[in-house]
């Protein structure tokens, strides 16, 4: 026994087979057992008496906050221009438009960042971070005690920069995604 172990080649993977013997047999279909039946798909979980599913209202809770906190911001901002930062009303307005046309801009940037590079979801997490660190910076900014006229102003600016990357970015995409949920049984007609 020993001898014809040694009389045998090692196979080498790599070195092509000379033999006509084939390494492998087929396996005819009898042999294999049949399989189980697969269990029927779920559907998702729907909204309490509805037939839409469950991820439309996170994702409306979601639009809803993130709406709320813009808005909310947008809408003393000037104010905060006027009275915390002390600038004219020239430089005030400057700025609340360039930030507004910002805002209205960026959904092109945050379509090509999805489209692009890394999709809706990561682009959904990853502006949705930007546009959280945007909020904190802006209210750093507005705190007194914390530096000068120059900090609160370049925090104020970091802020207002990173908001509307944030919410511009993440419009396309959460609007698509929106769209997703739902299937053709929730046509319009």
């Known amino acids: 026994m020993l001898e014809e172990k040694e009389k045998e080649p090692a196979m080498n993977p790599f070195q092509k087979n000379e033999s006509k013997q084939t390494l492998f047999s087929p396996v005819s279909t009898e042999e294999v057992p049949p399989r189980a039946p697969s269990p029927?798909?779920?559907?998702p979980p729907k909204i309490c008496g509805s037939s839409y599913p469950l991820s439309i209202a996170f994702i409306v809770v979601n639009e809803?906050?993130?709406?709320?906190?813009?808005?909310?911001?947008?809408?003393?901002?000037?104010?905060?221009?006027?009275?915390?930062?002390?600038?004219?009303?020239?430089?005030?307005?400057?700025?609340?438009?360039?930030?507004n046309s910002l805002c209205y801009f960026t959904p092109i940037l945050g379509a090509a960042?999805?489209?692009?590079?890394?999709?809706?979801?990561?682009?959904?997490?990853?502006?949705?971070?930007?546009?959280?660190?945007?909020?904190?910076?802006?209210?750093?900014g507005a705190i007194p005690v914390l530096g000068g006229k120059m900090a609160h102003?370049?925090?104020?600016?970091?802020?207002?920069?990173?908001?509307?990357?944030?919410?511009?970015?993440?419009?396309?995409?959460?609007?698509?995604?929106?769209?997703?949920?739902?299937?053709?049984?929730?046509g319009m007609c």
């Open 113 to 140: 960042i999805a489209d692009s590079w890394l999709g809706k979801f990561k682009t959904i997490i990853y502006l949705s971070l930007v546009y959280v660190l945007g909020h904190v910076l802006k209210s750093l």
């Open 40 to 43: 029927p798909k779920q559907s």
């Open 64 to 99: 809803f906050c993130e709406r709320f906190s813009y808005y909310g911001m947008k809408a003393v901002l000037t104010l905060y221009f006027l009275y915390f930062l002390h600038w004219n009303e020239d430089t005030s307005t400057s700025v609340y438009h360039a930030f």
């Open 153 to 186: 102003t370049i925090l104020s600016l970091i802020g207002l920069s990173l908001i509307a990357l944030g919410t511009g970015g993440i419009k396309p995409c959460v609007a698509a995604f929106g769209g997703d949920q739902f299937e053709e049984k929730h």
